[in-house]
Every structure is written in C-alpha cells, then in structure tokens.
C-alpha cells in the first residue's frame, strides 16, 4: 500500500502542528514518514494512516521532531556563516582589496589622530542608524516573501533575519567601547585592534544586511533543489 496524495498534505499538517514551522524540513519530515510508514504497511497492512504515522512517529523519540529542528537550524548556520565567508573573501582580491585598504587606512588614521573620540562617534553613529534602517527593510521584506510564497524557509529566514540580531548586540557594546576611548587609543595595538575591527565590522555589515538578501533567490536555489518549483 502506498500513501497517496491526500495523506501526504495530511503529513505536512502533522508537522506543522508538531512545531515544524520551515517547509524545507517540512518536506523532508514527511518524506521520512511517508516511506516509513509503507514500511510498517507492509508488515502491517491492517493499520489504518494514522496508526502506521504515530507508530512512525514515535521512533522520534520523547521530544519529538524537536532534536531534528535542531540539527537542521545547526546545518543552515553553518552554511549562512559559508556565505558570509565567501563574501567576505571576495575583499581581499582584485578589485575589491583597494576597498578594503581604503577602509583600514581611514581606520587607522582616524583612531590615530588626536581626534579618535570623534572619529569613533563619526563612524558607528551612521553604522547603527543603517544596521537599524536595513534590519527593519529585511524584515518587511521577509515577511513579504513568507505571504507571497505562502511557505518559510530556514535559510531564507536567517538571511533576511540573523543578520539583525548580530547588529544589536554590537549597538549594546558601543556605550562601553565609547567610555575612555581617547585614552585606548594611545596605545598602537589598540589602535590597530580596532582599525582591524572596525573594517571587519563594516564589511560584515555590508555582505549580510545587503549583498546577501540581494542574492537571497540565487542561494536560496542552490542550497534547495525544490526552491524554484514550491514557489511556482
């Protein structure tokens, strides 16, 4: 007996109601269950749907789909943060390098100068009023998406949304890296750390809160062979 096509929307329902919000595991959730439960049909063929789907089910487990979430939202990490890598290490070929010497040579003067608390206000004022202007654009533009397509994706959601949660924790640590600045930055490998960070942080902002939404399709139908159809 196999599942027909009624029983697997039931199979995505069953799902969603067991906390399973994204529709790339959704999909391959109910890709398991469907093949595990022609398995247990055809050793026991009496069962009815949703006696053969619960028995499926509790192979998961006390927690339920809940260690699979898990996993998953560890393996999407790990390929967003690939992402921003290799954004990241387009800046430091030909063109891109001029740039990023143009940054840490302005970095470096300014936190050198006798100007540094200046420099430091000049810099990260216009830095946070972006990350918070671009973090509530992606989230509009998130949740456009989510009504259009109708489906959430994890990655998807991490790349119009991750990057505004690292953007509020460095506006928490400004007041504190502001306090005594003048005096940090009579040191020169202070002055160095923070031209290195500073440009790091800059860079960092620019690939995830810009060039990575705007290549949200491409990498979205990299990382799922089913993207382009499930949109349709």
């Not at 260690?67 to 290799?86: D, I, T």
């Amino acid at each position: 007996m196999q599942i027909n096509p009624k029983q697997i929307q039931a199979l995505y329902r069953f799902t969603r109601e067991h906390f399973v919000e994204h529709y790339d595991l959704q999909t391959e959730l109910v890709d398991h269950l469907a093949n595990d439960i022609e398995q247990i049909w055809e050793e026991s063929p009496n069962l009815s749907f949703e006696e053969a789907r619960d028995k499926s089910f509790k192979k998961f487990g006390v927690f339920g789909f809940l260690e699979v979430v898990e996993k998953r939202q560890k393996a999407m990490n790990k390929r967003y943060f690939k992402y921003l890598k290799n954004e990241l290490v387009k800046w430091f070929g030909w063109p891109k390098l001029l740039t990023t010497l143009f940054i840490l040579i302005a970095c470096y003067l300014g936190f050198a100068s006798n100007y540094a608390k200046y420099f430091f206000l000049a810099t990260y004022i216009p830095i946070s009023i972006w990350l918070c202007y671009r973090g509530i654009a992606l989230t509009r533009t998130y949740e456009k998406r989510k009504i259009r397509s109708d489906k959430k994706w994890m990655l998807e959601e991490m790349i119009f949304k991750q990057a505004g949660a690292f953007g509020v924790i460095l506006l928490s640590q400004l007041p504190t890296q502001f306090l005594n600045i003048e005096e940090k930055m009579t040191n020169p490998y202070l002055i160095m750390l923070f031209t290195g960070i500073t440009a790091f942080l800059i860079i960092s902002f620019y690939i995830s809160y810009h060039l990575l939404p705007n290549k949200a399709e491409e990498l979205l139908k990299d990382t799922y062979p089913e993207y382009k159809t499930a949109i349709l």
